[in-house]
């Protein structure tokens, strides 16, 4: 939640489950139960050795020069064990990547047979590659049990070998013997489920670095000590930006974008619209140029203030379970009146409505039970609830159907003037927001190459003459 947008990009969604739940869980067990026991463990070694001392200072010394036999012996199984669980943490990670994958793109799947054989035998694979490298972890920790046990034989039979001359030469009894080797077995078998529970926590560093690897994901800067924002001015200045250094998305982009006005982007796929619209609540910060809101650099605001005022809405909106209602006022306090205007003002009330309920209809976890369509709106809703001084839509109305669509847009300039809202639209469909804009920018390859009224715009014959004629 708190990492920075393109570091979390950057990892693939199962693996990163799987760190989190997985690794988690693995690393929890040991500081619970197994740390217990080897508290315990280690307390019967020293009282064990503390009574052996007391019997035979000799014997015991022979029992003691075996301990460092076993530590070389768990150190060599120890780093075969580090490796081996490190390979099945990773390929644990790789089953859940393909069963998240295989989740969500399961419509495509069906739909194209090939593709289903070619999913199938890829889990096979990965689930064969998971099954393998946990064989080979536990042939790693398998391996120290027997050893450890020999160990112990061999020492049981020095200790009869040399109790057998001190008997002889009358410095210690046969009694005292018997009691010794009943001692050496107590001595071993906590220092064995030592040494097996040692090669074992390999699987707990191994999940370990896993988890600070997470941890470890930069933060996103805080920005500045500028609390709020009072109108919604945005200014861009000469903003040039990429997600890799070697491929610039926007170059050199500059416009302005005023409360009370509607500012559409539009530009072919890949231009770098949607880029344009997440620097300015600071997904991502431009690599050169400014953001400007009401004359201050977007960096210079808090975070939170700027999120909480500059609001986003994506294409694909996040729903939680609960009612629509609870969903629409999400964290902030607003009358349900208002929202009834909302919804008729955007002509919306067909839509609520088909959901069994309306407002107070409930909803599954991720809005299973909703369309596409209904989930848009409810996200545009819950956008307009917060009050906020800038709307970023993006294209955040294109599944609703395109006559839904341009009674939602009509809807949203009088909400603009209501509210005083500065909004900003990528639009999915321009017949539905242009002619109401007050102006389109016209992004092409990551630069603005027109800026006007969609009238003006249509009479210069350029890029948007051509968008345009493509939709229409």
Known sequence: ???????????????????????????????????????????????????????????????????????????????????????????????????????????????????????????????????????????????????????????????LYIGALLVLEGKTTIGIIIAFISYLNNFFQPLQTLVIFYNTFQSTLAASERIIGVLDFEGEDKGGDKEEIKKGDLDAIKVNFGYEKEIQVLKDVSFIARPGEITVIAGPTGSGKSTLLKLIPRFFDPWSGEIRIDGVVNKEYNLYSLRKKVVYVPQEPLIFSGTVLDNITLFVDVDRKEIEEWIDILGIREIIETIPGGLDGNIVEGGKNLSKGQRQVISLLRAIASKPKLLLLDEATSSVDPETEKNIYKGLTRIVEMLDINLVVVAHRLPAIAPLATRILVLEDGKIREVGKHEDLLSRGGVYLRLWKSQI
């Open 1 to 159: 939640l708190y990492a920075r947008l393109n570091v979390v990009r950057s990892e693939e969604l199962g693996r990163l489950v799987s760190k989190v739940t997985n690794d988690v869980d693995t690393f929890g067990e040991v500081f619970t139960s197994d740390l217990v026991n080897v508290f315990m463990d280690i307390f019967m070694m020293s009282v064990t050795a503390w009574v052996m001392v007391s019997l035979n200072l000799q014997l015991s010394l022979i029992v003691f020069s075996l301990v460092p036999v076993v530590l070389l012996i768990n150190t060599y199984f120890a780093r075969r064990a580090r490796k081996a669980f490190t390979k099945a943490r990773e390929a644990i990670a790789k089953v859940m990547a393909k069963v998240e994958q295989g989740v969500s793109g399961a419509a495509v799947t069906k739909v194209f047979v090939e593709r289903k054989d070619y999913e199938r035998e890829e889990f096979k694979k990965v689930s064969s590659e998971y099954v393998q490298s946990n064989v080979e972890a536990e042939k790693a920790v398998s391996g120290v049990g027997p050893a450890v046990d020999f160990i112990r034989a061999v020492g049981t039979a020095a200790i």
